[in-house]
C-alpha cells in the first residue's frame, strides 16, 4: 500500500464513527435533552460540545491512525509555512501530494530529522530540522548519493533558508536534469556557524584568506536513506511545442514544457546564427481563465548545459494542480550575453575595464599582499534581489584560470537604495590586469510582449 492510499484510509477512518462510538452519543444525546433552558441561558451549544469532546476523546483512544494524524498537525502547519513561499509547493501541499519520511537521528547533541518529501518525475524538496542543546546556529553541507552508497550527478542542489533557528523546518531543493530514482541517501554534514568567518584577515595584516582554506569543523555527521513512493515520482505531462520566435533579433524555439507537481520546465534552443546567448527570461504563463503562472522566485530558476553558455531550460511555477486545458507563455524581457563579449580585460591598478556589463560600475580595486580585492556596483531589478555580475572563473593574460571561491553581496550606501555592491577576492592573483567573464552584457525589456501558445 502507498503513502496515498494509507491517507486515503486514514480519511475513511476518521469520518466513519465505531460502533462504541455511536452507542456513547446517543447516550450523551439523551442527557443533553434536559438541559435546553440552561443551554439557551448560556447561549452556547453546550449539547454540540460534550459531543464533539466525546468523539474526539473516543476517537483517539479507539483509532491510533486519528490519534497519529492529530499529533502531525503542528509539523503540518509548519509545512504550510515552510513552503508559503511556492505556489507550486503550497498547492502540493493542499492536494496532498506529500510523501511522510519522519526519520530522525542524533549525534553529538544535535538531532537531524527529516520529515517529508515533495518528489515527483523531475524535482525533490527534502523538508527536514536541526536541533541542538548544545549549538546556536547550525548549517548543513548536503550531498546526494545512490542507496547503494555511490555519489550521484545529473542534478543541480539549491539549499534552503540560511539562520533557520533551530527545531524549525528547513528544506533543500535537488533539480533533475534526467528522471528521478527510486531513492537515494542523503548525507548530512552539519557545522556550527555560530561565529561566522570572513574572506579578509584583520585590515592591517593586508593578506587575503579563503574560509575554505581553514579547515571546517563538523559537529555531526548523517546519512539517511530515502525511499520514494512511485505514486510521486510517475507525476508529470510533457508537451511537444516546437514553436520558433524573435526577440530582440535573436531567434529561440520553445520546444517543449514539461508540466510536474512542482513546478514547469520551459525547454529552449537557439539558431546558431545568434550573436548573444540567452541568459534570462522575464515572462509569465497564463491559462483561458486568466489565472497566471510566474517564474520560480526562490529554488533552481533556470539551467544550461556544461558546452554552451546559454541557459536553456527555465522553471516556473506548477498549473499541475489547476486542471489548465490551456497554457500561453507571453515574454516580456530578456538577458543577454554578446558573444563577442565573453571574456573582458579589467586593469586593476587603474580600476578600469575595456567593457562593463549594462548599468554596473567598477569602482574599487583594493591590492593586498597576495591578492587583490575588487568592488562593483549595480541597478537592483527588484527590491532585495540581487544578481550576479560576473562567473566564477577569471584568466591571467597566458589564459590560465583561477577560481573566484567567495563573494560578498549586499546594500551600497554610496550607490543609494535602487544599487547594490558586489566584492569579491582574487586571492594568490599578483598580475596587474585580469580577464573576467560577464555574467549577461545587456538586459532588453519588451514594448509588446511575444505570446508563444503551449497548448
Same mark, same amino acid.
Given at each position: 500500500?502507498?503513502?496515498?492510499?494509507?491517507?486515503?484510509?486514514?480519511?475513511?477512518?476518521?469520518?466513519?464513527?465505531?460502533?462504541?462510538?455511536?452507542?456513547?452519543?446517543?447516550?450523551?444525546?439523551?442527557?443533553?435533552?434536559?438541559?435546553?433552558?440552561?443551554?439557551?441561558?448560556?447561549?452556547?451549544?453546550?449539547?454540540?460540545?460534550?459531543?464533539?469532546? %466525546?468523539? +474526539?476523546?473516543?476517537?483517539?483512544?479507539?483509532?491510533?491512525?486519528?490519534?497519529?494524524?492529530?499529533?502531525? %498537525?503542528?509539523? #503540518?502547519?509548519?509545512?504550510?509555512?515552510?513552503?508559503?513561499?511556492?505556489?507550486?509547493?503550497?498547492?502540493?501541499?493542499?492536494?496532498?501530494?506529500?510523501?511522510?519520511?519522519?526519520?530522525?537521528?542524533?549525534?553529538?547533541?544535535?538531532?537531524?530529522?527529516?520529515?517529508?518529501?515533495?518528489?515527483?518525475?523531475?524535482?525533490?524538496?527534502?523538508?527536514?530540522?536541526?536541533?541542538?542543546?548544545?549549538?546556536?546556529?547550525?548549517?548543513?553541507?548536503?550531498?546526494?548519493?545512490?542507496?547503494?552508497?555511490?555519489?550521484?550527478?545529473?542534478?543541480?542542489?539549491?539549499?534552503?533558508?540560511?539562520?533557520?533557528?533551530?527545531?524549525?523546518?528547513?528544506?533543500?531543493?535537488?533539480? +533533475?536534469?534526467?528522471?528521478?530514482?527510486?531513492?537515494?541517501?542523503?548525507?548530512?554534514?552539519?557545522?556550527?556557524?555560530?561565529?561566522?568567518?570572513?574572506?579578509?584577515?584583520?585590515?592591517?595584516?593586508?593578506?587575503?584568506?579563503?574560509?575554505?582554506?581553514?579547515?571546517?569543523?563538523?559537529?555531526?555527521?548523517?546519512? +539517511?536513506?530515502?525511499?520514494?513512493?512511485?505514486?510521486?515520482?510517475?507525476?508529470?505531462?510533457?508537451?511537444?511545442?516546437?514553436?520558433?520566435?524573435?526577440?530582440?533579433?535573436?531567434?529561440?524555439? #520553445?520546444?517543449?514544457?514539461?508540466?510536474?507537481?512542482?513546478?514547469?520546465?520551459?525547454?529552449?534552443?537557439?539558431?546558431?546564427?545568434?550573436?548573444?546567448?540567452?541568459?534570462?527570461?522575464?515572462?509569465? #504563463?497564463?491559462?483561458?481563465?486568466?489565472?497566471?503562472?510566474?517564474?520560480?522566485?526562490?529554488?533552481?530558476?533556470?539551467?544550461?548545459?556544461?558546452?554552451?553558455?546559454?541557459?536553456?531550460?527555465?522553471? %516556473?511555477?506548477?498549473?499541475?494542480?489547476?486542471?489548465?486545458?490551456?497554457?500561453?507563455?507571453?515574454?516580456?524581457?530578456?538577458?543577454?550575453?554578446?558573444?563577442?563579449?565573453?571574456?573582458?580585460?579589467?586593469?586593476?591598478?587603474?580600476?578600469?575595464?575595456?567593457?562593463?556589463?549594462?548599468?554596473?560600475?567598477?569602482?574599487?580595486?583594493?591590492?593586498?599582499?597576495?591578492?587583490?580585492?575588487?568592488?562593483?556596483?549595480?541597478?537592483? =531589478?527588484?527590491?532585495?534581489?540581487?544578481?550576479?555580475?560576473?562567473?566564477?572563473?577569471?584568466?591571467?593574460?597566458?589564459?590560465?584560470?583561477?577560481?573566484? =571561491?567567495?563573494?560578498?553581496?549586499?546594500?551600497?550606501?554610496?550607490?543609494?537604495?535602487?544599487?547594490?555592491?558586489?566584492?569579491?577576492?582574487?586571492?594568490?592573483?599578483?598580475?596587474?590586469?585580469?580577464?573576467?567573464?560577464?555574467?549577461?552584457? =545587456?538586459?532588453?525589456?519588451?514594448?509588446?510582449?511575444?505570446?508563444?501558445?503551449?497548448?
Amino acid at each position: 500500500m502507498n503513502r496515498k492510499e494509507e491517507y486515503s484510509k486514514l480519511m475513511e477512518e476518521v469520518s466513519q464513527v465505531p460502533p462504541e462510538l455511536a452507542y456513547t452519543v446517543q447516550r450523551a444525546q439523551a442527557r443533553l435533552r434536559t438541559r435546553k433552558r440552561l443551554r439557551k441561558f448560556l447561549g452556547v451549544p453546550v449539547g454540540s460540545v460534550l459531543v464533539f469532546l %466525546v468523539s +474526539f476523546t473516543l476517537l483517539v483512544n479507539l483509532l491510533p491512525t486519528f490519534a497519529y494524524a492529530c499529533g502531525r %498537525v503542528p509539523v #503540518l502547519r509548519e509545512l504550510a509555512k515552510a513552503v508559503s513561499w511556492s505556489a507550486s509547493l503550497s498547492a502540493a501541499v493542499e492536494h496532498e501530494y506529500v510523501q511522510p519520511i519522519e526519520q530522525e537521528q542524533t549525534e553529538n547533541n544535535v538531532t537531524a530529522r527529516v520529515e517529508y518529501v515533495i518528489v515527483d518525475q523531475k524535482q525533490l524538496i527534502i523538508f527536514y530540522s536541526l536541533d541542538s542543546g548544545l549549538y546556536e546556529h547550525l548549517e548543513i553541507m548536503p550531498e546526494l548519493h545512490s542507496l547503494s552508497g555511490e555519489p550521484m550527478e545529473g542534478f543541480s542542489l539549491m539549499y534552503g533558508d540560511y539562520g533557520v533557528p533551530n527545531g524549525e523546518l528547513n528544506y533543500l531543493t535537488a533539480d +533533475f536534469e534526467n528522471s528521478m530514482p527510486d531513492g537515494l541517501q542523503l548525507k548530512m554534514q552539519v557545522a556550527d556557524y555560530s561565529h561566522e568567518m570572513d574572506y579578509k584577515e584583520p585590515e592591517e595584516s593586508g593578506i587575503l584568506a579563503h574560509p575554505e582554506h581553514e579547515e571546517m569543523e563538523y559537529v555531526a555527521e548523517f546519512t +539517511f536513506s530515502l525511499h520514494f513512493d512511485s505514486y510521486y515520482t510517475a507525476q508529470g505531462d510533457r508537451i511537444a511545442v516546437d514553436q520558433d520566435f524573435e526577440i530582440d533579433g535573436q531567434t529561440l524555439t #520553445l520546444q517543449e514544457a514539461e508540466i510536474y507537481p512542482t513546478h514547469i520546465r520551459l525547454n529552449f534552443t537557439d539558431d546558431p546564427e545568434n550573436t548573444a546567448w540567452l541568459k534570462d527570461l522575464e515572462f509569465y #504563463l497564463e491559462n483561458e481563465e486568466g489565472q497566471r503562472f510566474d517564474p520560480v522566485s526562490n529554488g533552481v530558476t533556470a539551467t544550461g548545459r556544461a558546452d554552451s553558455p546559454m541557459m536553456d531550460s527555465f522553471r %516556473v511555477e506548477s498549473s499541475f494542480f489547476a486542471s489548465s486545458k490551456h497554457l500561453t507563455l507571453h515574454i516580456t524581457g530578456a538577458t543577454w550575453l554578446d558573444k563577442e563579449r565573453e571574456k573582458v580585460e579589467l586593469n586593476l591598478r587603474e580600476c578600469t575595464a575595456e567593457f562593463l556589463p549594462q548599468g554596473v560600475e567598477f569602482i574599487r580595486s583594493e591590492e593586498m599582499k597576495n591578492g587583490w580585492i575588487l568592488t562593483f556596483r549595480a541597478p537592483k =531589478r527588484e527590491e532585495s534581489a540581487f544578481y550576479q555580475l560576473w562567473s566564477q572563473t577569471f584568466y591571467d593574460a597566458q589564459g590560465h584560470s583561477y577560481e573566484i =571561491r567567495s563573494w560578498s553581496t549586499g546594500i551600497d550606501p554610496e550607490g543609494g537604495e535602487d544599487t547594490f555592491s558586489q566584492e569579491f577576492p582574487l586571492v594568490g592573483y599578483t598580475e596587474g590586469s585580469v580577464w573576467l567573464e560577464p555574467a549577461f552584457t =545587456r538586459m532588453e525589456t519588451l514594448t509588446l510582449p511575444v505570446a508563444v501558445d503551449i497548448r
